[in-house]
T-cell receptor, first 114, second 113 residues
Framework: NAGVMQNPRHLVRRRGQEARLRCSPM?????VYWYRQLPEEGLKFMVY????????ESGMPKERFSAEFPKEGPSILRIQQVVRGDSAAYFC????????????FGEGSWLTVV | AQTVTQSQPEMSVQEAETVTLSCTYD???????LFWYKQPPSRQMILVIR??????QNATENRFSVNFQKAAKSFSLKISDSQLGDTAMYFC??????????FGTGTRLQVTL
């Protein structure tokens, strides 16, 4: 069984460019979460999605950040006009449903903005 | 909103010894789940153990066990027979009706020879 797959693992962008991070959940999982981890900090919730629906985006910055989880294909976290402060590890996680089902994490995508 | 507090930023333990990592949380909910995740130097987030709040029995996974005190809102992780590979950041996390994990700030554990 493949785990949660994230790509790219490492991404370097210049200030002002766009970053797209992809996440394929575990097989049979229809719930996807995105978390951000700044250097030397814990994980902060960004957004919770089900297929074609955003359930909770309370952790997403109001501007430049967006996420989707289409009917077909991976979940995408998109950051427009990146700034140095966006440099972080972005983790995707998936679960088969709600109710405390175990949530499994991908290996993370490291974004560096230069 | 739920909060999770890990009051030990760093801990050290000798190989083969036992260490306990502390976690407290604040919630008004009655049904929820608690997790410990491990983040080794590779930075991958690895599930260590999961506890359902409605179960009184403490969860155990091999050398890892928890002491869950619901009334005190405490969820500590005990690692027995510590191994060098246990060196990592350990994060406590809460999952409730908001259907998302809320993490503590982590405890950096160093296992020494």
């Amino acid at each position: 069984n493949a785990g949660v797959m994230q790509n790219p693992r490492h991404l370097v962008r210049r200030r002002g460019q766009e970053a797209r991070l992809r996440c394929s959940p575990m097989k049979g999982h229809s719930h996807v979460y995105w978390y951000r981890q700044l250097p030397e900090e814990g994980l902060k919730f960004m957004v919770y999605l089900q297929k074609e629906n955003i359930i909770d985006e309370s952790g997403m910055p109001k501007e430049r950040f967006s996420a989707e989880f289409p009917k077909e294909g991976p979940s995408i976290l998109r950051i427009q006009q990146v700034v140095r402060g966006d440099s972080a590890a972005y983790f995707c996680a998936s679960s088969p449903g709600q109710g405390g089902s175990t949530i499994y994490f991908g290996e993370g995508s490291w974004l560096t903005v230069v | 909103a739920q909060t999770v507090t890990q009051s030990q930023p760093e801990m050290s333990v000798q190989e083969a010894e036992t260490v306990t990592l502390s976690c407290t949380y604040d919630t008004s909910e009655n049904n929820y789940y608690l997790f410990w995740y491990k983040q080794p130097p590779s930075r991958q987030m690895i599930l260590v153990i999961r506890q359902e709040a409605y179960k009184q029995q403490n969860a155990t996974e091999n050398r890892f066990s928890v002491n869950f005190q619901k009334a005190a809102k405490s969820f500590s992780l005990k690692i027995s027979d510590s191994q060098l590979g246990d060196t990592a950041m350990y994060f406590c996390a809460f999952y409730g009706t908001a259907s998302k994990l809320t993490f503590g700030t982590g405890t950096r554990l160093q296992v020494t020879l």
